[in-house]
């Protein structure tokens, strides 16, 4: 089991920066990939940035050159640094882990970016 501990989330106005943090918890392994999701009032949840344990990363088109995905292997910690936030960006933000077949995820944690 996994337990994912997310912090780092909050208010901000917009153009300004945040970054989230999330560590694993729990006896495993390894973890594969780590990432994180977000999820807007009324929207599904949709995939943000995932890095895989050969530092592969992804991220959704409309975050490109503002969010970045770092990981710290030690810590099975994962990172999001979110720059020139924008207003589209509020949504409550999930931390993922996936170790070997099975996923895990965190309570979430809000951002809101005001205009």
């Known amino acids: 089991q996994v337990h994912l501990v997310e912090s780092g989330g909050g208010l901000v106005q917009a153009g300004g920066s945040l970054t989230l943090s999330c560590a694993g918890r729990?006896?495993?392994?390894?973890?594969?990939?780590m990432g994180w999701y977000r999820q807007a009032p009324g929207k599904q949840r949709e995939l943000v940035a995932i890095?895989?344990?050969?530092?592969?990363?992804n991220y959704l088109d409309s975050v490109k050159a503002r969010f970045t995905i770092s990981k710290d292997n030690g810590k099975n910690a994962v990172y999001l640094r979110m720059t020139n936030l924008k207003p589209e960006d509020t949504a409550v933000y999930y931390c993922?882990?996936?170790?070997?077949?099975?996923?895990?995820w965190g309570q979430g944690t809000q951002v809101t970016v005001s205009s």
């Open positions: 993922y882990a996936r170790v070997r077949d099975s996923e895990f």
């Open positions: 729990g006896t495993f392994f390894s973890i594969n990939t």
């Open positions: 890095i895989t344990n050969g530092d592969t990363t």
